[in-house]
């Protein structure tokens, strides 16, 4: 079973409907983000939380918002989605260490709003 | 401002040559963490080394290799003897002590043909 699980892996609605892509972990890690990857754009960062408590906005957080469930569990959600949120989102982990640990990443939610 | 160059959008290359994928980094920080990831044609996000800025030493890994020179602003990633399943987009990040937070180039796509 992956590490770090994505749900759904592809999506297709309708402008103005809301949305939720979920995202849970069994690493244990206490880190969690979400980025979205569009073509020739790399990845931006949406959301992150350090902890259960901790909610933090990154370069592209207008149109999101996120949940921190439990320390496994990290949700986006649109509340109205809009076309050009079309993309490719992923959620990764990370744990707190000595200096900056790398993130392991989801297999990526493909979500196409029509 | 932190930022990321990956000037080269694609490099095409046959089978057993070697390729450098350059990448270029601006932050105002004296600590910080440079990686690499690969994304397959699968999409899966896949962790390939993590630098810290204290540490200039070059890194092999089987036919991997990264060249870290600070006085460039460079942490360039050479493929030694390619192979097609070296085929994927490469993507540099670069993040400042405790923030986590990755900022990554915009990819450099990697094609090795037979």
């Known amino acids: 079973d992956a590490d770090v699980t994505q749900t759904p892996r592809n999506r297709i609605t309708k402008t103005g409907k809301r949305i939720m892509l979920e995202c849970s972990q069994t690493k244990g890690h206490d880190r969690m983000y979400w980025y979205r990857q569009d073509p020739g754009l790399g990845l931006r960062l949406i959301y992150y939380?350090?902890?259960?408590?901790?909610?933090n906005k990154g370069e592209i957080s207008d149109g999101y918002s996120v949940s921190r469930q439990a320390q496994a569990k990290f949700s986006l959600s649109l509340e109205s989605a809009i076309p050009n949120q079309t993309a490719l989102y992923f959620c990764a982990t990370s744990h707190r260490g000595r200096g900056n640990q790398p993130q392991h990443f989801g297999d990526g939610t493909r979500l196409s709003i029509l | 401002a932190q930022k990321v160059t990956q000037a080269q959008t694609e490099i095409s290359v046959v089978e057993k040559e070697d390729v450098t994928l350059d990448c270029v980094y601006e932050t105002r920080d004296t600590t910080y963490y440079l990686f690499w990831y690969k994304q397959p044609p699968s999409g899966e996000l896949v962790f390939l080394i993590r630098?810290?800025?204290?540490?200039?030493q070059n890194e092999i890994s089987g036919r991997y290799s990264w060249n870290f020179q600070k006085s460039t602003s460079s942490f360039n990633f050479t493929i030694t003897a390619s192979q097609v399943v070296d085929s994927a987009v490469y993507f540099c990040?670069?993040?400042?002590?405790?923030?986590?937070?990755?900022?990554f180039g915009t990819g450099t796509r990697l094609q090795v043909f037979p």
């Open positions: 630098r810290n800025s204290f540490d200039e």
């Open positions: 990040a670069l993040s400042e002590l405790d923030t986590d937070k990755l900022i």
């Open positions: 939380s350090f902890d259960v408590k901790d909610i």
